[in-house]
């Protein structure tokens, strides 16, 4: 379980995908993408997608290194 005040931050990969889209990332994952900026928490991006889900965006984020922490 991520800890909830943990703040992610875009990658120069995550940036890249923002501006010209490669992956084929799901439109979850891109808005997720596109809505870590570096300053939200965790709990700040939880109410944007279904209770419990944002964990696991944002892991997957990470495991294709578009995020960190």
Same mark, same amino acid.
């Given at each position: 379980? &991520?800890?909830?005040? %943990? ?11 923002? #501006?010209?889209?490669? *992956?084929?990332?799901?439109?979850? &994952?891109?808005?997720? %993408? ?11 991006? #939880?109410?944007?997608? *279904? ?19």
């Amino acid at each position: 379980m &991520l800890d909830e005040n %943990l703040v992610f931050h875009k990658t120069e990969a995550g940036a890249r995908e923002i #501006a010209s889209p490669s *992956r084929g990332l799901s439109p979850k &994952l891109r808005r997720a %993408l596109i809505l870590v900026d570096g300053a939200k928490a965790v709990t700040d991006l #939880a109410p944007m997608f *279904r209770p419990g889900e944002v964990e696991a965006i944002l892991v997957d984020l990470q495991s294709q290194g578009l995020v960190s922490l």
